[in-house]
């Protein structure tokens, strides 16, 4: 046993010397991390405000002037610009100098003191299709908010008390994540695919570097058990990985303001079981890959794909196919999103993510036997 | 030269079989190495040589037959056979990044070897064989016999008894084969058994006993001089202004075995009865050679071999005789 650890210390050695070694291997692990968090998390942000916006007014009423103020008053849209005709549309939307349009027709206070519905147009560019989705909603809100409170001024007008007309108010509150920021939502997420790609990739590419060198015969004519190479291995990368989750949850809390609501404990214990299944994953990838290459594009199809589009990190998982969903179910990403987000943003703990965690190490174990036997057969054939 | 110790050999193989597809890499060997032997396995690229090196040292399965290493089985006593072996594999081996010092420490340390141990040692082998000022070098910045150096102080870190060295002089210049073969012959003079492969003729003499591998068989086995005798006749080396003429003038002449060009002079094998200068000469006359000579040499493996490879080889390619005559 003390044999076995002074082996396994031996390699845990090697291993970060060759870290040291590699400054590209350094940034991989620790730069590229960091780089690609600020880079998902401001790039892909699905938050929609200050939406470029242009107005044409045709009515030039008052009754138009306060219908464009609401849009002017409002966070989520910026009226960029004043147009004079249709063809100031079409000049913005190509030149992108705004997405949504406002267009009033002349006669709107006409139709408005006729008591009929007006029309206003919203012309939304929809090459960009989530704001489109949203630009819309929030149109269509402001509208009905515009409606209602012409129909209190017509009620005070007519002396008319509204108060005990019971005019139905929906409530609206997200929950979790009340201003709905997408930071919130995309970090928690974006460290299981940042784990995923080091974790995966690296393992992967270890254990077939040992086998292009050809140090892996000197290896196992050494005393040396293939479950302590295993560990050897292993410990370095879950350190590396625990190094990654940590300047995440830093970065994600000093940059973004994520909240971390629930049990730290659960995150880490979740995080470990998730670096353990994914670094299973790599080896699986080593023991079937004949070449350091093929390791490589391997571990960023198995790793990188299914944690970005099938963990719920992108894309709701109840939203998506239902075959992908099932697909969903043989990559521990998913598992890890629910953890993560369950912690970072309801507080959970335990409690309510154990069979998450349940599935996770299932997960490892499957992974570690089904590589383990691979690798051996592989090695001495 | 050998002397079978008391206890197992070294080496003991037999019917020892492996094939890759199609290909059978070694085919029904058997074979035994005395304890302090300095044997060589020679033949060509594809000869088998490797295979049979990395079954022996527990890293390849065999297909058939069997293999022990001091008494255990290299398939079901791995364990007890990798403690007394150190492998040194064709390629280079160790860890690019690593220095040599940190290489060293390593492949010791998952050995076993203690830490006062390794300090010990590692000293006294960089120091012998040259490589005391290089030990912060990274391994990737050694020249190919240094590397080489460093594979063979990294594979005596344990004190192996018995050394499965696979082609360790391939790609080395000249001075730096002769320093590794000085070194081989200290440890062979300490008592350790040394098993290596080469494709160069010129090492077979430096070993106790030899195996001339190919195709997977053994074609011949013996000590150097027990394999030279197998060559019957003399060596004659016959110069010419032209040798081309003088090679076609000696062909055909009775006590002639054979004839070939080396380089600028033409190496006659004689049989005859009468002295080959003589006959040589007169036959060189007759045909009218310019500036001919003739002078008789010691017969090098390389002729040895080319003169067994042609006459025996093939004749006997599936005998029996061509795995049963080389059991010491």
Known sequence: ????????????????????????????????????LLLFAYAISFDVDHVATIVIDFDKSPASQRYLQQYEGSPFFQVVAHGSSLADVDDAFDHNTARVAIVIPSGFSRTLASDAAAQVSVLIDGSEPNAAKISQAYSVALNQLYGQQLTRDWADAQGLDLSSFGLLQPQIRTW??????????????????????????QTAVTLVRERDLGTQEQLEVSPMRRIELMVGKLLPWTLIAFLDVALI????????????????????????????????????ISAIAPTMDTANIMALLIAFLPSFLLSGFAFALDQIPVFLQWISYAFPARYMVTISRGV?????????????????????????????????????? | MTTPATAAPAIRASGLRRSFGDTLAVADLDLEVGEGAVFGLLGPDGAGKSTLIRMLATVL?????????????????????????????????????????????????????SKADRRIRSASLLEGMGLAEFTKRQAQHLSGGMKQKLML????????????????????????????????????????????????????????????????????????????????GRLVEVSATYPRAALAAVQGVPGVESAHLLGDVVRVLWSGAAQPEQALG???????????????????????FAYLAGTVAEPHEAAPSGTGSFAS
């Open chain 1, 1 to 36: 046993m003390r044999q076995a650890m002074i082996r396994i210390g031996a390699i845990v050695r090697k291993e970060f010397r060759h870290l040291g070694r590699d400054p590209r291997m350094l940034l991989a692990v620790v730069i590229t991390p960091v780089i690609q």
């Open chain 2, 282 to 304: 007169a036959a060189l006359a007759a045909a009218g050679v310019d500036g001919a000579g003739t002078r008789e040499v010691a017969p090098d493996m390389e002729t040895v």
């Open chain 1, 249 to 284: 949850t830093g970065l994600g809390r000093i940059l973004f303001n994520v909240p971390l609501r629930g049990d730290f404990w659960a995150l880490a214990v979740g995080a470990a079981l998730f670096v353990f299944a994914s670094l299973g994953m790599g080896l699986l």
């Open chain 2, 61 to 113: 399965r065999p297909d058939g037959g069997e293999a022990s290493v001091f008494g255990h089985s290299v398939t079901t006593q791995a364990a007890l056979v990798t403690p007394r072996i150190g492998y040194m594999s064709q390629r280079f081996s160790m860890y690019p990044d690593l220095s040599v010092a940190e290489n060293m420490d390593f492949f010791a340390t998952i050995r076993g070897v």
């Open chain 1, 176 to 201: 979790y994540n009340p201003e709905r920021r997408s930071s919130d939502f995309l970090i928690p997420g974006l460290m299981v695919v940042i784990i995923a790609i080091v974790t995966v990739q």
């Open chain 2, 153 to 232: 102080a990294t594979t005596l870190m344990h004190e192996p008894d018995l050394l499965l060295l696979d082609e360790p002089t391939t790609g080395v210049d000249p001075v730096s084969r002769r320093e590794f073969w000085r070194i081989l012959a200290g440890l062979h003079r300490a008592g350790k058994t040394v098993l290596v492969a080469t494709p160069y003729m010129d090492e077979a003499e430096r070993c106790t006993q030899i195996a001339f591998l190919d195709s997977g068989r053994i074609k011949q086995f013996g000590t150097p001089d027990e394999i030279k005798a197998r060559v019957p």
């Open chain 1, 344 to 381: 970072f943003l309801k507080g959970s703990g335990f409690a309510e993510l154990w069979p998450e965690m349940v599935s996770l190490v299932v997960y490892a174990l499957v992974m570690l036997v089904i590589s383990s036997v691979l690798y051996g057969r592989r090695s001495r054939a």
